[in-house]
């Protein structure tokens, strides 16, 4: 039995049902089982043996997915390789990439696996994953995982549903939406772009449920008022994770959607996406875990995660893990019972004379200010305090500058204790975000 073969039986019993949508176009489950049955021709054609290495670029539509089912189902290792990525041949050379596929075209490498996960993998004739941090600074850290357990989620059947491709091709909740869409006969919707008009747009247009995102494209939707132009009453649930999610974006999401459920997702490439239960909607507290796949705890008020899917290590990174193989996430967290609060990493943490400043805490008061578009909160250096909190401001459109600034002033000295109010505010057009639309600090 090959390592797809129950998504694959499940794809056949789907037939004709909508599998993907792509560019406006529909395309079936007999359609998506024709990509994958062409990914397999390709990769014998190609000479492309099992248990390779091979990269593949590109993000999601039907003939990336069918060829990434084909290269799971050969045994390799599978690199996705996001068309956000800049250098992709960096990428390719940490995870010792020896075929490389992008746009029907495939080119040999020359590596050969030396690295010791990488040639275990080998050995033993599974299938992997090799998944790349998003960080701003530094090389990414390339995780692997066997996806011979990791797939085994999937067999458990879930709810059949509408949603959209959001998340990045080569990021961990964009492989599960994916893998979780085509297991349960459900129809996915990509993306030309991720603005906000576009998003709203196929929303309307294929009544989809899911919205599965981050809380900084959450705020460019409020601040746009797409919600205004669209009919987005067929949305469910909207799920968000990959950075804290401000108090006041929060609550005014609920408050514009009250019908749809908020949920509060957590994974990380190194252990996979957790089970997540959020009090409630407005809520940012959560449970996580509470299955037999993955357990917390919380030390010194830190965040740390055991868990059979984690990865089995990096490429290019000494492994995170204890010798009990608990994994220090450096969240820095709150608890209230079952329940945790998850404040921010411990390296964003601000120190104003002895004083704990979270950004994400900081930025919620600030996006309550009329005006305020976005912000994003950092320290600048101060030669008595060591730090102080400084702010970037995006604001409205023909705004009065001086007198936002002003405002913002006011409205934090009403909400905030003196050592987390900003003391540099500074006005910029950029954007705050990623191209994965992650808070950019």
């Known amino acids: 039995m090959g390592s797809v073969d129950f998504i694959i039986d499940r794809m056949k019993s789907s037939g004709d049902d909508t599998a993907i949508v792509t560019d406006g176009k529909e395309y079936s489950y007999k359609d998506l089982l024709g990509e994958y049955e062409k990914g397999i021709a390709f990769l014998e054609d190609n000479g492309i043996p099992e248990n390779s290495i091979v990269a593949l670029r590109g993000e999601f539509s039907p003939s990336t997915i069918g060829m990434m089912l084909a290269i799971i189902e050969k045994g390799c290792v599978y690199v996705p390789v996001s068309t956000a990525v800049k250098e992709p041949q960096k990428y390719c050379g940490i995870a010792e990439v020896q075929f490389y596929i992008d746009g029907g075209n495939a080119e040999e490498c020359g590596c050969v696996p030396e690295h010791e996960i990488l040639t275990g993998l080998i050995g033993k004739r599974h299938p992997g994953l090799v998944l790349f941090s998003s960080g701003t600074t530094g090389d990414p850290k390339a995780a692997v995982h066997d996806l011979v357990p990791m797939l085994e989620k999937y067999r458990a059947k879930g709810k059949k549903i509408r949603s959209l491709a959001f998340l990045l091709f080569d990021h961990i909740g964009g492989f599960n939406t994916v893998m979780y869409s085509i297991a349960n006969g459900g129809m996915l919707v990509t993306l030309r772009n991720r603005s906000p008009e576009e998003v709203a747009s196929c929303i309307e247009k294929y009544r989809l449920e899911l919205l599965p995102t981050s809380p900084s494209f959450l705020n460019i939707m409020l601040y746009s008022h797409i919600y205004e132009k669209y009919d987005l009453s067929s949305l469910r649930i909207i799920s968000y994770g990959t950075e804290p999610m401000p108090e006041s974006t929060l609550r005014e999401m609920h408050r514009i959607f009250p019908d749809v459920k908020m949920k509060q997702t957590y994974g990380l490439s190194e252990v996979g996406i957790m089970r997540t239960k959020s009090e409630s909607s ?160």
């Open 282 to 441: 407005d809520s940012l507290w959560l449970k996580i875990g509470g299955d037999d796949d993955h357990q917390i705890k919380v030390v010194d008020g830190i965040l740390y995660i055991k868990s059979r899917m984690s990865m089995l290590g990096y490429l290019n990174a000494p492994s995170p893990f204890d010798a009990d193989g608990w994994m220090n996430t450096k969240d820095r967290v709150e608890q209230k019972g079952e329940y945790i609060r998850i404040l921010g990493r411990e390296s964003e943490l601000i120190n104003v004379g002895g004083e704990k400043v979270y950004p994400a805490e900081v930025e919620s008061v600030l996006l309550e200010v009329p005006g305020v578009k976005d912000a994003v909160v950092g320290k600048a250096p101060n030669p008595i305090l060591g730090s102080v909190v400084s702010c970037r401001i995006a604001a409205d459109d023909g705004a009065d500058l001086p007198e936002l600034k002003k405002a913002i002033q006011r409205h934090c000295a009403e909400k905030l204790e003196k050592f987390k109010r900003p003391v540099r505010i500074e006005f910029q057009t950029d954007s705050f975000n990623t191209a994965r639309f992650k808070r950019l600090r």
